[in-house]
């Protein structure tokens, strides 16, 4: 029988091997870790696609220590580090390291949250973190939920529930409604269930990026005199760019007059539910139907964690189909597969269950309340720089703002942010996220990490003035 393939197999056996190969990767990151001084070095896609595809898979490097350097110049050289404070770019976070201690036994035991013969005790420390997501919503007895692999398939199963209660209804006479600024997950995931192009039907934002309620009752009395049925309005909490978030109470009622089902994508926004000092701003959450969640957000957990939480757990139901191989009518075990759209789903929920049992939820709410702190101070530096535009007031962790120092054109600033961009992702200091507003080229500071401060963020918008300077731009005014 051969020996030498199954040497690299997790077994009793192979114990000593297994940690002292863990061990040797711990160490090559580390030593990396120690090293970076700041998110990227700005590899172009070309430069990286040259390394990976100059690689024969059908030839193993050999031992570990080759790996581990092949490793570092095909992707931790390049990588992005989520943990830099100069890192400002999109709605990645640092993670905390009782969750990556959670990540060490999720990958290596490999259970499967699909039935409870394929995972036991993890089973239940889903369902307890399901049920404690609901508490802190406001959700009573007969909630229920289950964890997913991001925003957008929690928004998926979300609609999918909401369709489920519109049965008989034809495709093409149903709506969704949601603001102009919600996740693009929602026009995606109408697609993906059959809906007509035009069934996802936008409501404007107010002055503040809020789903305007009187725009919201205007298109509900539209789509009834039309003959046609709401079946989801959708809320945000916490939009991409503007961290803004919906009048949740009022669309609830909204909502209820029309039976529709009321969803709150709280991707970026749930990590209120553990804020020490801003819960209140999830307000009327507990009128939901369905919430979404991305602990990898806003909970400081590594990709992926994300969770749907329900009401009225039997609404679940829509998503079950009994298999006799898997979860049959007759078992009298629990099977998470029942609620779930996947079938083998990793174990993530530990990760945040090793994060609660180690940190407690107060510093997690505090490592949020830290950066929306920040975002508030960093805005007030924009507002104050006759360089720089400020496009909102910030609602949770994101300040959109561009260079645009009196005189500049509109056209002008529109070509000059994205390259500003650009450049500054190619130095390897610091990275900025882009957005459009009303059509024009603005430019993000997404903002979650703690250890960020007001004097990284002012480095960052400093580099981007130098940077506007050297650009040949014969329009740009110099602002003393």
């Not at 007030?380 to 910030?394: H, I, Q, T, Y």
Request: glycine share 8%; aromatic share 6%.
């Amino acid at each position: 029988m051969p020996t030498r393939p199954l040497r690299h197999l997790f077994h009793p056996a192979n114990a000593d091997d297994y940690a002292d190969i863990l061990h040797r990767g711990i160490d090559h990151l580390g030593d990396h870790l120690r090293e970076v001084t700041g998110p990227a070095r700005g590899a172009s896609p070309e430069q990286a696609a040259k390394l990976i595809d100059d690689i024969d898979l059908d030839e193993p490097a050999g031992e570990v220590e080759d790996v581990l350097s092949e490793l570092s110049r095909v992707y931790l050289d390049d990588t992005v580090w989520f943990h830099e404070p100069m890192y400002a770019a999109h709605l990645n976070c640092p993670v905390v390291i009782p969750a990556l201690l959670g990540e060490l036994f999720v990958s290596s035991v490999n259970s499967s949250l699909d039935t409870f013969d394929q995972s036991v005790g993890a089973t239940y420390i889903e369902r307890h973190l399901i049920d404690w997501t609901a508490g802190r919503i406001g959700f009573g007895a007969g909630s229920d939920g289950v964890f997913t692999s991001g925003g957008s398939q929690s928004n998926l199963q979300a609609l999918l529930l909401a369709r489920g209660r519109r049965r008989g209804v034809p495709a093409d006479r149903l709506r969704v409604l949601t603001s102009q600024d919600s996740h693009f997950s929602v026009q995606k995931s109408a697609r993906l269930m059959g809906l007509s192009d035009d069934a996802v039907v936008t409501v404007p934002t107010d002055a503040a990026r809020r789903m305007d309620v009187a725009a919201l009752k205007r298109a509900l009395e539209t789509c009834d005199a039309d003959g046609l049925t709401v079946m989801a309005v959708v809320a945000t909490a916490g939009t991409t760019d503007f961290g803004a978030i919906d009048p949740m109470r009022a669309i609830a009622q909204a909502a209820g007059a029309y039976g529709a089902w009321m969803h709150v994508d709280a991707a970026y926004g749930g990590g209120l539910l553990t804020s020490p000092r801003r819960r209140h701003l999830l307000d009327g959450i507990e009128l939901a139907d369905s919430v979404t969640i991305d602990y990898h957000k806003t909970f400081f957990q590594p990709v992926s964690s994300s969770a749907i939480v329900v009401r009225d757990g039997s609404t679940l139901q829509e998503v079950t189909h009994h298999a006799d191989y898997l979860n049959p009518r007759s078992a009298q075990q629990p099977n998470q597969v029942d609620k779930s759209l996947q079938t083998t789903r990793r174990f993530d929920a530990l990760k945040l269950w090793i994060t609660l049992r180690l940190m407690g939820a107060d510093q997690i709410g505090d490592y949020f309340d830290t950066v929306i702190d920040l975002a508030q101070d960093v805005a007030e530096v924009v507002r104050a720089d006759r360089g720089f535009e400020l496009a909102a007031d910030p609602s949770l962790s994101t300040v959109v703002f561009r260079y645009r120092p009196l005189g500049m054109s509109e056209s002008d600033a529109d070509d000059l942010n994205p390259r500003l961009r650009q450049e500054l992702y190619a130095g390897g200091r610091a990275m900025v996220a882009g957005t459009k507003v009303d059509g024009r080229s603005w430019l993000k500071l997404t903002l979650l990490n703690p250890m960020a401060t007001t004097e990284h963020m002012v480095e960052i918008l400093d580099t981007l003035r130098t940077l506007a300077r050297e650009i040949d731009a014969p329009a740009l005014l110099e602002v003393s």
